[in-house]
């Protein structure tokens, strides 16, 4: 495998390349025909997304000229043994002044991200944003307390999550930004309040909220239905699906060793919590790339992935040439995993996202 530090996105190899056939081209950057890729000879998806990438990153980065916010202190919890039953007394404890700490956490470092991004300040409903936090928790807590396992939230509170986070996308995408930190935040004080015992207990149940909050399933399982059983789409996804934890742990370890030393507003990039959410991030874009798959289109990566990570990275100190670093080992990771007849339906999305966080972009 080619060493990192050798690739750039020029070597990237064309759907040609693997297998003859028509290419994929868009007809134009506006509208709702702006993210289809149909299968007709002209202007390259890539050439077409990467234009908008930078005219978004452009245009978000001319917006940003407030003054940081001050980001008010995390009280001190004290730690506490205890049983399963011990435990969730804490956690319900703790849930109501978490979400409040956790909401002005997120106040402080994307409130100037709201005139940045252009996002309209009547969507942002605190009050809403924190009640879902907490309904949301409460019921992880009480399947915690009832001693269901883990893997059973995403049938006891899969959908709830799914719901919620389809109600924010579907006003602003940006809004998953906002809900996804609380989420993030209010998680990290309640195990702030856990012995360490009791933190790899419940850490699990945190875990299935985060994949099913982050990740669009719901999105991904209707794209699905809409595609011939055992299509070529379906059974791409599929099989990446299969290898997508082992993916990104190559691609977390490989990352890694490049940037030895590396830090974030998070931790090192050795330290667990970081590896943990390093790791659900290239998840993350994989299941991006399986719903661009299914959906024939670009779209999803344009109007979610890409403008929440224009918001966020910056502000959790994370590097665009770590970013760009993950996403080329990513190709080659996915690329060592699939079938060629696998890799050919991924490949104009994977080639498209990996040249949408180019430094081509970011460098402007």
């Not at 978004?56 to 940003?64: F, G, I, K, M, Q």
């Not at 005139?115 to 992880?140: C, F, M, Q, W």
């Amino acid at each position: 495998m080619t060493d990192i530090s050798q690739i750039s996105s020029k070597s990237l190899p064309a759907a040609g390349e693997i297998q003859q056939g028509e290419s994929l081209a868009s007809q134009g950057i506006t509208g709702a025909d702006t993210h289809k890729l149909p299968e007709t000879k002209g202007v390259s998806v890539s050439s077409l997304a990467v234009s908008w990438a930078k005219k978004y990153y452009s245009t978000v980065a001319a917006r940003e000229n407030q003054a940081p916010r001050q980001i008010p202190q995390s009280p001190e919890f004290t730690n506490f043994e205890g049983n399963r039953a011990k435990i969730v007394d804490k956690l319900t404890d703790t849930i109501k002044l978490a979400s409040e700490i956790a909401w002005s956490r997120v106040e402080a470092v994307l409130g100037e991200q709201i005139e940045g991004h252009a996002i309209d300040p009547s969507l942002i409903n605190r009050e809403e944003i924190v009640a879902d936090t907490r309904a949301l928790y409460r019921k992880v807590i009480e399947a915690y307390g009832d001693r269901e396992p883990a893997y059973r939230l995403s049938v006891l509170v899969g959908k709830d999550i799914v719901k919620v986070r389809r109600k924010y996308s579907q006003r602003d995408s940006l809004l998953l930004g906002f809900v996804t930190l609380e989420f993030q935040y209010t998680s990290r004080i309640l195990l702030g309040c856990l012995s360490e015992s009791e933190r790899s207990e419940f850490t699990p149940y945190l875990k299935v909220v985060d994949d099913y909050l982050h990740s669009p399933y719901g999105e991904i399982n209707e794209a699905a239905a809409n595609q011939p059983p055992n299509s070529k789409a379906i059974l791409a996804v599929q099989h990446l699906l299969q290898h997508a934890t082992q993916i990104a742990s190559a691609v977390y370890d490989r990352a890694s060793s490049q940037h030895q030393g590396y830090r974030s507003s998070s931790g090192y990039l050795s330290d667990r919590d970081v590896k943990i959410s390093s790791m659900r991030d290239v998840e993350i874009f994989q299941s991006y790339l399986c719903w661009c798959v299914l959906e024939e289109s670009i779209g999803p990566v344009q109007q979610e992935l890409f403008p929440m990570c224009v918001m966020l990275y910056p502000k959790l100190h994370v590097s665009w040439e770590l970013v760009q670093d993950m996403l080329l080992i990513l190709f080659w990771e996915i690329s060592d995993r699939l079938p060629a007849e696998d890799l050919i339906v991924f490949l104009p999305y994977l080639r498209t996202v990996t040249e949408m966080f180019s430094s081509d972009v970011f460098d402007n």
